[in-house]
């Protein structure tokens, strides 16, 4: 009589190969991640015989899972960082969590080449709430924006993904409206000194035009004029000179008001911090 313990392992094994073939065909259909519902309904097995054979990938960190039910492939040259770059696996992510999204804030200025300094956390706004992923030396860190459809966005291919990032513009826009997870009013003016060559006055405008709010038009006009990007200054300062009531508001939020700081009557700001970019 068989060894009940070699009948359970002759069992599985065809299994993993089955379930290796899988992976590959996904892989040779350009394909870098898949949910556990989607192995399901190929290969048609129940889910616990598909998890014993995901675990097995996993423990060869061929595999990895940043969020519950959904895994990435990793691929060799990708296994030192524990997980594919976020831009890969981040749309696919999206679509699983049905969540509307965009790379945003100091993620998306270094697709807009405005970034003169690594990158360490990949930024993606959403409308909800959710933690942060950290998956090998990948993180990602999700921001909570409820007007999410306000921002103008454009599609950006990688290697494996599409993946949707705010304009120029709408970059600009959000650094301003975010500027604690932006790094600060300082690292703010460096992106901008950079990123105000690739954004367009006529989408500013269109831009400024159509948001109701005006304190991130003040802030941004102010840190453009100081970059040297008078042209996109003044389209804000007109737009701005068109409303019927512009309060004053300090430059920094979260900083006091001193007798030194310096009121600006153009863009109705109390300078209460002095901007000094690395540019």
């Known amino acids: ?16 190969m089955i379930f290796n073939d899988y992976i590959h065909d996904l892989i040779r259909n350009g394909k870098c991640c898949f949910s556990i519902e ?19 990938l996993v423990s060869k960190k061929e595999i990895v899972s940043p969020a519950k ?3 990435v492939i990793v691929p060799p040259e990708y296994q030192i960082l524990g ?3 976020a831009e890969y696996f981040i749309p696919y992510l999206m679509e699983y969590w049905k969540c509307d999204y965009y790379a945003c804030l100091l993620t998306a200025a270094k697709y807009h080449e405005a970034s003169h300094q690594a990158v360490m956390v990949f930024q993606v706004m959403i409308t909800g709430r959710r933690p942060a ?14 007007s999410l459809a306000n921002t103008p966005v454009q599609k950006i291919p990688t290697r ?17 409206n975010y500027p604690q997870q ?26 400024a035009e159509n948001s109701s709010v005006l304190v991130w038009q003040q802030r941004l006009g102010y840190l453009l004029e100081i970059v040297g990007a008078h042209e996109l200054a003044e389209v804000l300062k007109m737009n701005l000179s068109r409303q019927k009531r512009l309060d004053y508001i300090v430059l920094a939020p979260g900083k006091r008001v001193t007798k030194r700081s310096k ?3 153009t863009w109705k700001l109390i300078e209460n911090t002095k901007i000094e970019s690395d540019i």
């Not at 989607?38 to 097995?56: G, P, T, W, Y």
């Not at 494996?160 to 301003?176: F, H, Q």
């Open 1 to 16: 009589m068989q060894n009940p313990h070699f009948r359970g392992l002759t069992i599985l094994k065809p299994l993993i």
């Open 38 to 56: 989607d192995a399901i309904a190929h290969l048609k097995k129940n889910r616990r015989a598909i998890l014993s054979s995901i675990e097995h």
């Open 69 to 71: 039910g959904f895994y």
């Open 83 to 85: 997980c594919l770059p």
């Open 133 to 146: 992923i950290v998956c090998g030396k990948i993180k990602v860190k999700f921001i909570t924006n409820k």
């Open 160 to 176: 494996m993904s599409m993946l949707i990032v705010s304009t120029p513009e709408g970059t600009a826009m959000d650094l301003l």
């Open 182 to 207: 932006s790094g600060g009013l300082n690292h703010i003016a460096t992106v901008l000194a950079e990123l105000y060559e690739v954004m367009n006055a006529e989408r500013l405008l269109r831009l």
């Open 263 to 265: 009121t600006n009557i």
